[in-house]
């Protein structure tokens, strides 16, 4: 490995710091998107929590079902809350300075996203402490570690596509669009029953969506048991989710440059 | 009296045509339940067939109720935000100088309100109708859900104006997700008698379960005096205590209590 390259990995590190370090020293900021995921998690299982004794739904406890919709709510939250942070580092101006610096595009793009991936631990964490509290069943080691590595995977994924609309409008006006667009995508979905139960247009959907094939890899353990027949479809879906917010995103830092 | 009634009446104008003039401002309030109501009757479709859920065409056809209770309520939190925004802006001040009885400031932004959800219920009664879940209560029934969805919408108004005449900004929007805590701890989206968990509990002493219920009763079976007369209550008693409150925000602020 080079040392340019060693040098931009650094950069890379420090940039993802400074957005870590925001929750930490701007907690206020950071708390809705902490607790967001847990709350929601809890109003689904007390509404409806007794969609499990229908016919054909393959979970013994709603909250097993219910709780892993929790880690992608996390991700999409903290992945719009990357790209509403980078909007206001853009309208500040601090932004612009950092595009000055001699680096690549990529490192700069880079460290937003692996602070959003770290980030995203930390509803991950409360969202765990309170399902487990509740009752939800452990899933396994294998079961805890795919579903923090999706929630990591897809929290890149959304800042990709959140910091890249914060680069097209450059302003906290597109705060709404970056937290409403993956919020509503996922919500097209299976979250609330298994998707065979769905209204034939929201399975027609759901079948085309993305997030239901991550959230049906983020389920095993809870739900069954862990298999690469139900992994490889998740993680190609979110690798795909991922290059095109990426690249989406590039294009966006490359055109702020002209 | 009829002075103060057309001072009132002026404020609330105000308010109907600041809400027409900003079309952004109606996001929060019919795009955002409107999509919920979408996600959850397609993904609880099959709800309709668990033993104790009452006869209705659809999930759609229950939850219409829901969706309206949740505009309303997200509505009334707009009047408390166009409240804070006149008062940060300076409006708020300029008006405070005007030869008008005080209370009517308050009055007139809640009565706003109220008449912006009477609009908000009948869009989502002309959705309902157009998806195949008509008001089953007739004409009637129509009357009734405006009248609730109105007091809904004058409760959290009034509440809200309360907040946004003591307290920063900030304060009144971060009341947003509140407003969905509350809706998921009533019955404003699944039968009372099949919740489960904390909501099962609390949705007993949630008024918002009663207003609910009150707007849905007209919608799915017809009308019924018991259910129609406590959501009344439920939804009058509270508009009147949170209007008190503003208007007691409004005396507190001024320095005159």
């Not at chain 2, 940060?88 to 932004?109: E, K, M, N, W």
Request: hydrophobic share 55%; proline share 5%; aromatic share 10%.
């Amino acid at each position: 490995m080079g040392d340019g390259f060693r040098e931009h990995l650094r950069l890379t590190w420090a940039l993802a710091r400074r957005g870590l370090n925001e929750v930490l020293r701007v907690p206020g900021a950071s708390i809705p998107g902490v607790i967001a995921p847990a709350i929601y998690m809890l109003g689904a299982y007390s509404v409806f929590g007794r969609l499990k004794f229908l016919p054909g739904f393959t979970a013994d406890h709603y909250l097993d079902w219910i709780l892993p919709t929790g880690f992608i709510q996390a991700a999409v939250f903290t992945g719009a809350a990357t790209g509403v942070n980078l909007a206001r580092d853009i309208e500040a101006g601090w932004f612009d300075r950092l595009l000055l610096a001699p680096a690549p595009r990529w490192v700069l793009l880079g460290g937003v996203v692996c602070s959003a991936s770290i980030r995203v631990l930390m509803p991950c964490v409360l969202l765990m402490v309170i399902g487990f509290s509740a009752g939800a069943s452990w899933p396994g080691l294998s079961g805890l570690l795919i579903s923090l590595g999706f929630a990591m995977l897809l929290a890149a994924a959304m800042a990709c596509w959140a910091g890249g609309l914060a680069m097209k409008f450059k302003s906290l006006d597109a705060a709404p669009l970056m937290q409403s667009s993956g919020f509503m995508l996922f919500q097209l979905t299976a979250i609330f029953a298994p998707i065979a139960m769905l209204a034939p247009w929201m399975r027609a959907i759901a079948r085309m969506n993305p997030f239901q094939y991550a959230l049906e890899a983020v389920r095993q353990g809870y739900v069954g048991t862990v298999n690469w027949h139900d992994t490889w479809p998740g993680l190609v879906a979110s690798a795909g989710l991922l290059a095109a917010a990426a690249s989406f995103a590039l294009w966006r830092i490359r055109a702020m440059d002209a | 009296m009829i002075v103060f009634a057309r001072i009132v009446w002026a404020i609330a104008k105000r308010s109907i045509v600041r809400i027409a003039r900003r079309p952004q401002s109606l996001m929060p309030i019919f795009l955002v339940p409107t999509m919920f109501l979408a996600v959850t009757s397609g993904g609880a479709a099959r709800a309709v067939d668990l033993p104790g859920f009452p006869q209705v065409e659809s999930y759609f056809h229950f939850a219409v109720a829901g969706a309206i209770v949740q505009s309303t309520m997200l509505g009334g939190l707009m009047t408390g935000i166009s409240t804070s925004i006149d008062v940060d802006s300076g409006f708020f001040d300029r008006l405070i100088v005007a030869p008008v009885p005080r209370s009517a400031l308050v009055l007139g932004r809640v009565l706003g309100g109220g008449v912006v959800a009477v609009g908000q219920a009948l869009l989502y009664l002309a959705l309902a109708a157009a998806f195949g879940a008509p008001v089953r209560g007739g004409m009637a029934g129509v009357a009734v859900v405006m009248m609730l969805a109105s007091l809904c919408a004058a409760s959290l108004g009034g509440l809200a104006t309360a907040l946004a005449l003591r307290a920063q900004a900030q304060w009144v929007q971060g009341m947003f997700p509140i407003v969905f805590v509350v809706i998921f701890l009533s019955s404003a989206f699944f039968p009372r008698e099949l919740l489960t968990g904390p909501a099962a509990a609390i949705a007993r002493y949630n008024p918002i379960s009663y207003i609910a219920e009150g707007i849905r009763e007209p919608i799915i079976t017809g009308l019924n005096a018991t259910i129609e007369l406590k959501a009344f209550a439920v939804a009058a008693a509270l508009t009147l205590v949170t209007t008190l409150v503003a208007v007691w925000s409004l005396r507190v602020r001024l320095g005159t209590d």
